[in-house]
């Protein structure tokens, strides 16, 4: 017999599913049949079960926050088991020490996270049986049955799991010791608040904050242009004046009128026309980062609910694995391709792209390349291609840009002539004219709406010589504008570029030995947990950094803690780790000098903070407790067996970064405060006690929240009519 462990219970019974079985209290059991000959145990984690110790487990004195007992270094590091999932610790460990049971397989998430959880509940059940890995990247019946039938040796993916506990050791040092050293110095300061700082929330929040310094920095200048509008012959069109240094702005005011009287009425030449043609290939196929960039630019959609719908595509088989950080695909992957366009010609949706204009791209290397194919492909759809209209409006936006890039990367190039056109008016003033004809739509057909157009005009057909006469001109105004806010979708990029701000189609080879701030991962769950530690605010998709993480960054300065570069060398050295190329030991040294140097910089730093400009009292106040978490347990989470906790404006399951387990009941609902008890009731029994006083419009009622299992939410109910009435 064996037992396979999965990272949560869909992926589990997707697991399950090819094979014949039965459920059981916590796992599945399968018949034998040809991959299993003697039968199998499917079960799973919820996410991560198993947790590194508080301090105070390591020594007692830690449980105090003080400065004396900082830094704090564990010898070693150890986990338990979280207790609001202990009942299912036990059921696997109960099926893992079994006498039948000779082999393990380990079916987490096929990265390192999911090798770090399944690994962790093993070492902790202390069982030392064989093990395999199962490592696919769909979850499609054709995938999993190849995946069980050519499973990996452990050893192959064991240095994955070295990186994911070094970077889970890591970030308990310097978030631990950084955490407790600002928010204690800054209480003596008068600022009674837990100041939460990381290993890359920290450095993110400075891109953040850097870019709101330079908004409030940033002073207008006005500035004038001369425009015309020229006729030669029956055709229009526009022209600004330049100098000679090829500079159109005039800080003169008196100048730019003189100018533009100069040239009224006056006879015009059309003296050069260049003319470029320009090929722009189609776009790279998605990985994670691009795919939320893209859908934050166009659904306003965050970095985490992008993740959240493309795992849940995931799991139904549709979507290949989303935390994927590379934009090739191999040529295994590359042959499935015609079955996946030939189900997709057939959707109403797609069906006026086919037929294709390059039947194969098996050999184009803009998409093939098997060394760029890190632990995962890009993302692409799999051959189970749902029907498109049948998909609920969010998934079907998501599913939609896939499908469509798989598409393109299947079409010609598209082309375009720009056209520079220089006008001497008079013999003496210079104006100059741009625009552009698109001779191929090619792709862009395809993407239309993902393309924004560009600004360029659409130039009438002009040749050297013709002439013609000034038939408007003025001096226009403008003024210098501030940079603009980051987008969330624009963070995630400037994540991923280690705040290095890159917005162009060709990102990818800018990109391929670029370090970045966390993980395809973790970068969502990190602009999240800025969120919800009142950082950063995001108001009509634009990040705002608040007065609390601009005094966070303030007190910080420029040392190693806000620091991009060092932070994304350290993602680097952590990759070689999985790669095998690096020691852990030597890192996690590293880390213990760097967290001894973070409480010292602060020491040092906090004799000279002025914290004069800050209005104390109206700092958005964290809702954490004085526990390096997220906050107070109110209830069992009833989706996925996590930690329902407070978090400020709502109650929310902390496993959203850990499993994506999205639960969220928001504590005002139609005017109405929903109380911790009222949550506890709704978690453990699915149904609330009657609550009075809703409010919508100008009615008032009262209602239950009842549990719905489908959407996984709390939805109102009212009461039968006769209760209603007593």
């Not at 229009?236 to 003189?258: C, F, M, N, T």
């Not at 949550?679 to 609330?688: A, D, N, P, Q």
């Amino acid at each position: 017999m064996k037992v396979v462990i999965a990272e949560k219970p869909d992926q589990a019974m997707k697991l399950a599913s090819p094979f014949p079985h039965k459920k059981q209290q916590g796992f599945i059991e399968v018949h034998p049949n040809r991959i299993f000959p003697k039968g199998a145990f499917f079960t799973w984690a919820v996410g991560h079960i198993c947790e590194l110790v508080p301090p105070e487990a390591y020594n007692p004195a830690w449980k105090k926050w003080s400065l004396s007992t900082l830094p704090l270094i564990p010898e070693s590091f150890h986990y338990q088991v979280m207790k609001s999932k202990a009942k299912q610790f036990g059921i696997i460990k109960q099926l893992l020490k079994r006498t039948d049971v000779t082999e393990i397989i380990h079916a987490g998430d096929a990265g390192r996270e999911g090798e770090l959880i399944v690994r962790t509940i093993v070492e902790m059940c202390k069982v030392k049986k064989p093990m395999k890995r199962l490592w696919i990247s769909s979850l499609t019946e054709r995938a999993v049955t190849a995946g069980f039938s050519a499973l990996l040796d452990e050893t192959e993916t064991r240095n994955l799991y070295h990186e994911a506990y070094s970077r889970s050791c890591a970030d308990w040092l310097v978030g631990m010791n950084a955490s407790r050293v600002y928010t204690l110095l800054l209480k003596q300061k008068g600022i009674n608040d837990v100041f939460s700082a990381g290993r890359v929330q920290t450095p993110t929040l400075a891109l953040v904050v850097k870019r709101e310094k330079e908004i409030a920095a940033f002073k207008p200048e006005p500035f004038w242009e001369v425009k015309a509008t020229f006729a030669i012959g029956k055709k229009r069109y526009e022209g600004v004046w330049h100098k000679d240094d090829g500079e159109s702005r005039i800080l003169d005011p008196q100048l730019a009128e003189r100018i533009a009287a100069f040239c009224r009425d006056k006879p015009a030449e059309v003296s050069e026309v260049e003319t470029e043609r320009k090929e722009f290939l189609p776009p790279y196929l998605f990985n994670l980062s691009s795919l939320q960039a893209t859908a934050n630019k166009m659904f306003k959609y965050s970095p985490q609910k992008t993740l959240e719908i493309a795992q849940k595509l995931y799991v139904k088989g549709i979507l290949s694995y989303p935390r994927s950080d590379s934009s090739f695909v191999t040529q295994e992957e590359a042959k499935t391709f015609p079955d996946i366009l030939a189900k997709l010609s057939r959707q109403p949706e797609y069906q006026s792209h086919f037929p294709l204009s390059k039947a194969s791209i098996a050999q184009d290397k803009r998409y093939v390349n098997q060394k760029k194919v890190t632990d995962h492909y890009a993302i692409i759809p799999t051959e189970q291609v749902p029907t498109v209209a049948r998909l609920s409006g969010e998934e079907r936006n998501i599913y939609d840009l896939v499908a469509r890039r798989l598409i393109a990367a299947h079409q010609e190039s598209a082309l375009f002539d720009y056209t520079t056109v220089k006008t001497l008016v008079d013999g003496r003033a210079v104006f100059i004219s741009k625009g552009k004809v698109q001779i191929r739509a090619g792709w862009r057909e395809v993407l239309f709406d993902e393309e924004k157009e560009d600004k360029e005009a659409v130039l009438p057909p002009l040749a050297k010589g013709e002439t013609g006469k000034v038939h408007k001109v003025e001096a226009k105004e403008s003024k210098t504008q501030p940079p603009k806010r980051y987008t969330e979708g624009q963070l995630i990029t400037l994540m991923k570029t280690a705040g290095k701000h890159l917005d162009n189609q060709e990102l990818e080879q800018v990109l391929m030995k670029t370090e970045g701030l966390g993980t395809e991962a973790t970068r969502a769950g990190i602009i999240n947990m800025l969120k919800e530690r009142k950082y950063i605010e995001v108001r009509k998709n634009q990040v705002f950094a608040t007065q609390k993480g601009m005094l966070l960054i303030e007190v910080i300065g420029d040392k190693i803690l806000a620091s991009p570069e060092m932070t994304a060398r350290w993602e680097q050295r952590l990759q070689e780790i999985g790669q095998g190329e690096a020691s852990p030991q030597a890192f996690m040294e590293q880390v213990r000098k760097l967290s001894h140097k973070i409480v010292e910089d602060a020491v040092q730093q906090s004799r000279e903070w002025k914290l004069d400009g800050y209005d104390v009292e109206a700092l958005p106040k964290s809702k954490q407790t004085t526990k390096f978490s997220l906050g107070s347990k109110v209830a069992v989470c009833r989706a996925c067996g996590g930690d329902l906790v407070d978090k400020g404006d709502f109650y929310g399951c902390a496993n959203y970064k850990k499993s994506q387990c999205a639960v969220t009941v928001s504590k005002t609902i139609l005017g109405k405060k929903i109380t911790p008890a009222a949550v506890k009731k709704l978690m453990e029994t699915g149904k609330t006690n009657l609550i009075k006083g809703f409010v919508k419009g100008k009615e008032r009622f009262d209602a239950y929240l009842h549990w719905e299992e489908a959407e996984k939410k709390a939805k109102i109910s009212l009461p039968p009519l006769k209760e209603k009435s007593s």
